[in-house]
């Protein structure tokens, strides 16, 4: 006979985190002054005597000419870090009209910081307030086409509920333990 209970656990304690739209950073490759024949000229004073060594195996010398490739393109188009783009996606009530609208606001916003003029100021504050209904209306139509049709799924029912309330660091907090168990 041994130690340990012949059953298997009926509570357990999970802890859960929020759900969030936090952003995961990418990184993009900037071309803007990307020169291409000094970028052929740089492929071209690559010293490749290092692939006539005693190694033999073709993986290693594949990497090291990956690296030489890799370190001449970072050097003429270097690497910027993106957030936006994957914050947009995550978020499905987006399309093109708001991020027209969204645009337009920012492309304003630049202007007024340019020069305070208040015709401008006024023609932001319309497209401001014009983007925060029109994501309000989007999100709402997003979220009630959503419940209507996962009604009947009660898995993808509470996936949405949770992600609206947005529980922070729910915790179940019962365990059932068996007054004779040895554990």
Do not use: G
Request: proline share 2%; charged share 30%.
């Amino acid at each position: 006979m041994t130690q340990m209970a012949d059953h298997f656990p009926q509570f357990l304690i999970i802890r859960k985190m929020a759900i969030t739209n936090k952003t995961l950073s990418f990184y993009q490759h900037v071309y803007s002054k990307f020169d291409q024949e000094k970028f052929l000229a740089d492929l071209n004073n690559i010293n490749f005597s290092y692939l006539n060594d005693n190694q033999n195996d073709v993986n290693i010398k594949f990497n090291r000419v990956l690296a030489s490739y890799d370190e001449i393109v970072k050097k003429h188009a270097p690497l910027k870090l993106t957030k936006n783009e994957l914050k947009l996606r995550n978020k499905p009530w987006m399309n093109n009209r708001i991020r027209k609208i969204m645009c337009f606001r920012d492309k304003l916003l630049n202007e007024l910081r340019k020069k305070a003029d208040t015709s401008t100021k006024h023609i932001y504050k319309k497209s401001r307030n014009r983007v925060v209904t029109e994501l309000k209306e989007s999100k709402t139509a997003f979220f009630h086409n959503y419940f209507i049709v996962s009604s009947s799924n009660m898995k993808l029912l509470w996936i949405a509920i949770k992600s609206i309330i947005s529980i922070k660091n729910f915790q179940v907090n019962v365990i059932n333990k068996r007054k004779d168990a040895k554990w």
